[in-house]
C-alpha cells in the first residue's frame, strides 16, 4: 500500500506518539509535515489504563482551549476578566457508533461556526473512532458532490475541497482521505448558509444578508440567482432569513426561511410561527406555521426538514402538490440545524439554545416536559423506528454546530484548512498513463 506522512515538526515532537509517521513513499505527493491539529485528535480506543472506563462508553478526551476556540469575544473576555479558565470541549459517542458508520461505508462531517471548526468523524484502522478537526472561518453550509468532493461555504469564501488520495493511498497509515480547497471564491461576508451545486458545475448558495439564492461571479462578489416572491428589492438587509436549500438534479428545489418579512431584522418577531418553505421552480410558498425551519432535504420522493424551534424532525407532507402540511415524525433535544438522510437512517445536528434569537421557543416547552437538557451534538435517528439508535454529543466550550454531510466510501478522512502552513506542503499531482512519456 503506498503512503504519505506526516513529519514531525518542532512544534509537535511532544506529541509525536499519538500520530504515528512514516517515511513518504508516494509517488506523486510531497511528504507533509505534522499539523498541530492533527497531533491533538481527540480518538477513542486508546487502551491506557485512565482511559479504559471512558473507552466503554465511547467517549473522547477534552479537547484543549486551542482546539476549542470561540468567536465570541465578549464572552471571552468575561471569562478573563472573572480569572476562570477557559471551558474545554469533551465528546462522548454512542457504543454503536463507529460500527453504525462501518455499515454504511461512510464517515461523518461537520460545521461549527461557533468554534471556527470543521469536523471529520471516522474511524481508525484498528479500531475506534477518530475526530479530525481543522481551522476554517466560520464553517457553515456543506454539499457533499461525490466521496471525492464537498464544498463549503465559511466566513467571506465559498471553498470546493478535493480528496488528493487515490483509492490505495494513506497518510500516516491512517487517513485514506486527504481534502484541499482547490478552488476558492472570494465573496465578501454574505452569511451564506446551505450551498449546492447547480448543473453547470458552480456553486448555489443562500445568500441571507442579501435574501436570496446567489452564485459566485467573476466580477463582483455574488451574481443573484433567484429571490422569494415577497422580497421587494436586491438590498442588504437580513430581512427574512433566508438559511435552507434542498437540491434536485442540480436544481434548487425548495428553501426554508424564518418568516416572509421584507423590513430589516423583521424575522426576528416572526420565529414562532412564521416559519415557511418556498417552493424555487414554482416561486410559490408551500409550507407556513414553521418555527425557523432548517435544512431541507429530499429523499426518496419526501421533503424532510428540521423544525428548528419545536425541536422536531419531519416531513411536508403534499409539498408536491404547493399546499403542503409539515408533519413532526420525532422530537430531538437540541435547536436542529444540519441534516444527513442514508438507507433509512437521518443524522441530525443539534445545538444548544443560545442568547435571544434561539431562547423562549417551543422547543424550551418541549425539553421542559420531558425533563431533559438541550443537546449540542449528532443524533442517528432510525426513521422506521422514530427512534435516536446512535449519536454523538459535544459538551463544554462548544455548543453549536450548523451543518451535518456524509463522505461515503471513506472511513477516516482529514481536511487541511486554508491557512494551515502544510498547504504549502501538500503537493500531488495527476500520474502519467502507462506508455506515456
Known amino acids: 500500500m503506498t503512503k504519505a506522512s506526516l513529519k514531525d515538526s518542532p512544534r509537535t515532537k511532544e506529541k509525536a506518539s499519538q500520530a504515528k509517521s512514516d517515511p513518504a513513499s508516494l509517488s506523486g505527493m510531497s511528504a507533509l509535515k505534522q499539523m498541530p491539529g492533527l497531533a491533538e485528535q481527540k480518538r477513542v480506543g486508546k487502551k491506557s ?168 461571479d467573476p466580477k463582483h462578489s455574488f451574481k443573484e440567482a433567484w429571490r422569494p416572491p415577497f422580497i421587494s428589492a436586491l438590498i442588504d438587509e437580513d430581512r427574512c432569513h433566508l438559511n435552507g436549500l434542498a437540491m434536485e438534479d442540480g436544481e ?34 408551500i409550507c407556513k406555521g414553521l418555527s425557523m425551519p432548517h435544512s431541507p432535504r429530499l429523499y426518496k420522493g419526501e421533503l424532510w426538514l428540521l423544525n428548528s424551534g419545536t425541536g422536531e424532525l419531519g416531513v411536508v407532507e403534499g409539498a408536491a402538490s404547493g399546499k403542503g402540511k409539515f408533519v413532526p415524525r420525532i422530537f430531538c433535544p437540541g435547536f436542529g440545524r444540519g441534516l444527513a438522510i442514508k438507507n433509512g437512517f437521518a443524522f441530525v445536528g443539534l445545538s444548544k439554545p443560545r442568547y435571544q434569537r434561539f431562547e423562549g421557543l417551543a422547543l424550551d416547552t418541549r425539553l421542559a416536559e420531558a425533563d431533559s437538557a438541550p443537546w449540542c451534538g449528532i443524533q442517528i435517528i432510525d426513521l422506521a423506528k422514530g427512534a435516536c439508535v446512535d449519536w454523538f454529543r459535544i459538551d463544554g466550550a462548544v455548543s453549536e454546530i450548523y451543518d451535518v454531510a456524509l463522505l461515503e466510501g471513506h472511513a477516516c478522512p482529514m481536511a487541511i484548512g486554508p491557512t494551515a502552513p502544510e498547504m504549502a506542503k501538500f503537493l500531488t499531482h495527476q500520474k502519467p498513463e502507462p506508455g506515456g512519456g
Open 49 to 216: 489504563a485512565d482511559q479504559k472506563g471512558a473507552e466503554k462508553k465511547g467517549s473522547l478526551p477534552s479537547a484543549s482551549p486551542s482546539t476549542a476556540k470561540t468567536d465570541d469575544a465578549a464572552k471571552l473576555a468575561e471569562v478573563k476578566a472573572s480569572g476562570e479558565s477557559p471551558q474545554t470541549t469533551t465528546f462522548t459517542q454512542s457504543g454503536g457508533l463507529v460500527d453504525r458508520l462501518a455499515s454504511l461505508n461512510t464517515a461523518l462531517i461537520f460545521s461549527s461556526y461557533q468554534s471556527g471548526l470543521l469536523y471529520m468523524l471516522g474511524r481508525k484502522p484498528g479500531g475506534g473512532a477518530h475526530l479530525h478537526q481543522s481551522a476554517m472561518k466560520k464553517p457553515m453550509g456543506l454539499c457533499v458532490e461525490d466521496g471525492d468532493g464537498f464544498t463549503l461555504s465559511a466566513g467571506f469564501q465559498i471553498m470546493r475541497f478535493q480528496n488528493g488520495l487515490n483509492a490505495n493511498e494513506r497518510v500516516n497509515d491512517m487517513f485514506d482521505a486527504c481534502y484541499v480547497a482547490r478552488q476558492t471564491f472570494n465573496t465578501g461576508e454574505l452569511d451564506a448558509h446551505d450551498v449546492g451545486i447547480g448543473k453547470d458545475g458552480l456553486p448555489l448558495f443562500i445568500n441571507t444578508r442579501f435574501n436570496c439564492l446567489a452564485t459566485i
Open 252 to 285: 434548487a428545489a425548495y428553501v426554508t426561511a424564518v418568516s416572509q418579512s421584507d423590513t430589516i431584522d423583521g424575522w426576528r418577531d416572526r420565529r414562532d410561527d412564521g416559519g415557511i418553505v418556498i417552493d424555487v421552480r414554482k416561486n410559490k410558498v
